[in-house]
């Protein structure tokens, strides 16, 4: 079996080190920040030094497709981080489109909800426990390759240097996040041809963590995601009786950027969302507010062309292609490109890397590339709606009125609700949901409502108002 070092401890690199690791691969996992995470979760939360996951305390919810794809590939998993205190949650219980019982097949919006230390400080017991060597305080500082002569087209990566010297393997895997220096590393290996497609603009993340005085969530009945004019909010729940509160603002909106780090300014933007008292009267958790900012999609180019630019190493998650947290789909991606990786790896082996490269490229691009394509979009028209909405005036595309008519539908129709959600969730025969009769007839009746409507929410100059006083 081959050698593999996977580049980043967080969770993509965690995931994927144990799917690699379960086939039989001797597995390293190399990470810069120094620390592990203590066992103990509330430990893990106050005291973990963590500089390269600058949003290890910021809001985290797994998609239901990740927890469908984490039971049924890496179960253990699962079990570990229930046993650390994640909390099974079902993405449809609390909506209020619900309207009645979860129906038998209501498993399937399941996920794990949890603060992310949690669920890493899990996953790096079971990986070690597994066999999984993971070497903390190692700087990777590129790619070695030792051989004499001309190098191999494509070039082929030997192995990774690091602060700690020369680390030789058979493939080397970068789950390193958004963060990635990998162009930059294949630059300096002679590989000029990476480029990156990137939004010129995102979204950026303001939130705080709250414990309940009594351990359960301030309602039974509360949207996870609301998207209010030129203001989004996720309310999301965790594990030990805590939750978050994000705030959701576009990255350009410097204004608002600069009062929303005020918790008081922050707190009364947060009040501008119906039954929002309740959440703000739990005891906060975190030191002020927790900030991500200036996110936009980006991609990069490894896989677009028929040839591999380089063999011997590949980018996994986040390290490929970066999504807006809004929509959270950083994790399950990033287990569905490790599957990707470890089934490349049955079928070809190492022995011819660039059909290892290959074949892997073309998992990407036939699963994944559409998924990022769909969520590109998704970040285009909802800055264009928050932009519309400032200026005073309804955003007008066809395509998206019919996305807004159809949010609308899923707060009062439980078939809507749950067509709306398999979506958002990645979950298989999601299209077949949205195109059922009832629901587009529903949603067709919905449209001219739509077309001048402005979204519901505070003008901006209200907003403005609302976090100055």
């Given at each position: 079996m081959a050698r593999i070092v996977v580049l980043g401890a967080a969770l993509g690199g965690l995931q994927t080190a144990l799917l690699l690791a379960?086939?039989?691969?001797?597995?390293?996992?190399?990470?810069?920040?120094?620390?592990?995470?203590?066992?103990?979760?509330d430990s893990a939360w106050s005291r973990w030094t963590r500089p390269g996951v600058p949003h290890l305390r910021l809001t985290h919810l797994p998609l239901a497709r990740w927890m469908q794809l984490a039971e049924d590939q890496l179960p253990e998993l699962v079990r570990q981080m229930t046993a650390a205190g994640a909390e099974r949650t079902n993405v449809v219980a609390p909506e209020?489109?619900?309207?009645?019982?979860?129906?038998?097949d209501d498993a399937r919006f399941d996920t794990l909800a949890a603060r992310r230390p949690l669920l890493e400080s899990a996953a790096t017991r079971l990986a070690e426990a597994t066999g999984v060597h993971i070497r903390r305080g190692v700087v990777c500082r590129g790619f070695s390759d030792p051989r004499d002569g001309r190098p191999p087209r494509p070039p082929h990566v030997t192995g990774v240097e690091t602060s700690e010297g020369t680390v030789t393997a058979d493939l080397v895997v970068d789950c390193t996040g958004r963060r990635s220096r990998l162009p930059s590393w294949l630059r300096d290996f002679g590989v000029r041809e990476v480029s990156e497609e990137s939004g010129r603009r995102g979204f950026a993340y303001y939130g705080r963590?709250?414990?309940?005085?009594d351990g359960?969530?301030?309602?039974?009945?509360?949207?996870?995601?609301?998207?209010?004019?030129?203001?989004?909010?996720?309310?999301i729940p965790a594990d030990h009786g805590t939750y978050s509160l994000c705030l959701i603002i576009r990255s350009d909106d410097r204004e608002l950027r600069t009062l929303l780090r005020d918790e008081r300014a922050w707190s009364a933007a947060v009040r501008l969302f119906p039954g929002a008292d309740a959440w703000l009267a739990g005891r906060p958790i975190t030191d002020g507010v927790q900030i991500m900012g200036g996110l936009t999609d980006r991609?990069?180019?490894?896989?677009?062309?028929?040839?591999?630019?380089?063999?011997g190493v590949v980018a996994v998650g986040d390290a490929w292609a970066y999504t807006a947290p809004t929509v959270g789909r950083g994790l399950a991606m990033s287990l569905?490109?490790?599957?990707?990786?470890?089934?490349?790896?049955?079928?070809?082996?190492?022995?011819?890397?660039?059909?290892?490269?290959?074949?892997?490229a073309a998992a990407t691009n036939a699963d994944l590339a559409r998924i990022y394509r769909q969520t590109t979009s998704y970040t285009r028209h909802r800055l264009a709606e928050m932009d519309a909405h400032a200026a005073g005036r309804p955003y007008d595309h066809p395509g998206w009125r019919r996305a807004r008519a159809l949010a609308h539908l899923a707060r009062h129709d439980p078939d809507a609700l749950r067509a709306e959600r398999a979506a958002a969730h990645l979950l298989p025969g999601a299209a077949e949901a949205l195109?059922?009769?009832?629901?587009?007839a529903a949603v067709d009746r919905l449209l001219p409502e739509f077309e001048r409507r402005m979204p519901p929410g505070p003008a901006r100059a209200d907003v403005l108002k609302a976090v100055a006083e």
């Open positions: 379960a086939d039989g691969h001797d597995v390293t996992v190399l990470e810069r920040d120094p620390h592990p995470a203590p066992h103990d979760p209020p489109g619900l309207r009645g019982r979860l129906r038998a963590y709250f414990r309940s005085p359960a969530l301030p309602a039974t009945a509360f949207p996870l995601v609301v998207e209010h004019g030129s203001l989004g909010l996720l309310r991609k990069r180019n490894l896989y677009d062309a028929e040839q591999p630019l380089v063999t569905e490109h490790g599957l990707a990786l470890r089934n490349a790896l049955r079928e070809t082996g190492l022995t011819d890397p660039v059909d290892l490269v290959t074949r892997f195109h059922a009769p009832v629901v587009a």
